[in-house]
């Protein structure tokens, strides 16, 4: 008992050293009493949580979705490479170096990090996948934009193999990872069309805002690979499908 609750306070203070985003600190999971049902509770900060009505993740359906011919394409200008890779206890997460970025109806986001769900987040047409890869940019503004991106069950991914290979077991590690631009940009899918709506972060403090964009094609991962993911996060890292509400999904 004393030794798993040593194991959490360790945890949770290196979620904060490590989060980009971290919240007020209070500890939260996937499992049990910090469980995502009970997030909003945990903190005051993490009200949203339990009040928003724009949350992520969503299921993306043709009934929630307006089709325009407007969509601005995402001009990808992913130029660096990461630079490590950490175990926060909540996922795995690929930080990158300055100067990658995207840019979007006229705004551009800086790369910060990506990082993994399994199962996915959001759902296609009721579909899990079991991986999402979630890539996270922030306007010089500090608005953040996402990109989902699903993989599919298929042959091994050989870019997740290079993060695999280095992804630190223990909750508390960091280990450097220097993949180049070329091979990040291999994770993406050639055709970048995608799914726009508004969202929030989906990990505690579940704040509102975030720009997101779900690629319509696919990515590929082995079952092996998935497994191993698996074994390394203990548990599934996804929080349950949140109410659209009065949310449109634009694609
Ligand atoms: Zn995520």
Redesign the pocket.
Known sequence: MKKSNLLVSSLCALALSTSLYAGHGAHWGYTGHEGPEHWGDLAEAYSMCKMGKSQSPINITKEVSVSTKDLDAIKFGYTTGSVDVINNGH?IQVNIANGSSITVDGKTYALKQF???TPS?NNIEGKSFPL?A?F?HAAEDGSLA?VGLMFEEGKENEVLKSVWEKMPHKADGKAPLALSAETLNKLLPTAKDYYLFNGS???PPCSEGVKWMVLKNYSHISKAQVEEFLHVMHHHNNRPIQPVNARKVIK
């Open positions: 996922t990082h993994f769900h987040e999402e979630h996270v996402v972060l989906t990990t």
